[in-house]
């Protein structure tokens, strides 16, 4: 089935954007710019961009989580968006989905939003969401990788870098991420 068909046949029958094709090989542009990947999650239904009125096709989540995980630099206001991405659309095709982490090195990255997601889901009754994101951080956990790497933020300073080590959460040091995010942060987990 062609992409465009497949989003025809969603809208047809009112199909989760999950059930969308994902590429074979999926490159994720390494420059996403803010506005448009904010549009990207309106059209999921972020509701911290339901103020934003966009005619932009839908994208398969676990494509967009993918991308947005490979940036640099993120602003906050998208990278609160990635746990809600996992927490809203956590019938992703897993196996894509960790196959595209490990041939981009972002296992941990997404180790960590999986992590902060199950943490927020536990406060709910949805016990297959929440047996879903647990099996999904124990795959992630088998390759996760040894380097320190920061999340979706550029550190410019030794300053800065050991702060976020001093002040990162358990969480954090687990996935080897120098950050400060905490399940507390997610505004529009739920």
Do not use: C, I
Not at 28 to 40: G, I
Not at 120 to 130: F, H, L, Q, T
Not at 178 to 184: A, G, I, K, Q, V
């Amino acid at each position: 089935m062609t992409t465009r068909l497949a989003r025809k046949f969603n809208a047809v029958y009112g199909l989760s954007p999950t059930s969308l094709p994902t590429p074979d090989l999926f490159e994720p542009h390494p420059h996403v710019n803010n506005e448009e990947f904010a549009k990207t999650l309106s059209a999921l239904g972020y509701p911290g961009f339901a103020y934003m009125k966009t005619r932009m096709r839908e994208r398969n989540p676990a494509e967009v989580l993918v991308e947005g995980l490979k940036q640099d630099s993120l602003e906050a206001r998208l990278v609160e968006a990635l746990p809600w991405l996992v927490l809203n659309y956590w019938d992703m095709d897993k196996g894509w989905l960790v196959r595209n982490v490990k041939l981009n090195d972002l296992q941990n990255r997404l180790g960590f939003v999986v992590t902060l997601a199950r943490r927020v889901s536990e406060r709910s009754d949805n016990e297959d969401r929440n047996r879903a994101l647990g099996e999904l951080e124990k795959t992630l956990e088998m390759s996760r990788l040894a380097r320190e790497d920061t999340f979706l933020k550029q550190v410019k300073t030794d300053v800065e870098r050991e702060w976020l080590r001093r002040n990162r959460s358990e969480e954090a040091k687990r996935w080897n991420l120098l950050t400060n995010w905490r399940p507390e942060h997610l505004q529009y987990a739920f």
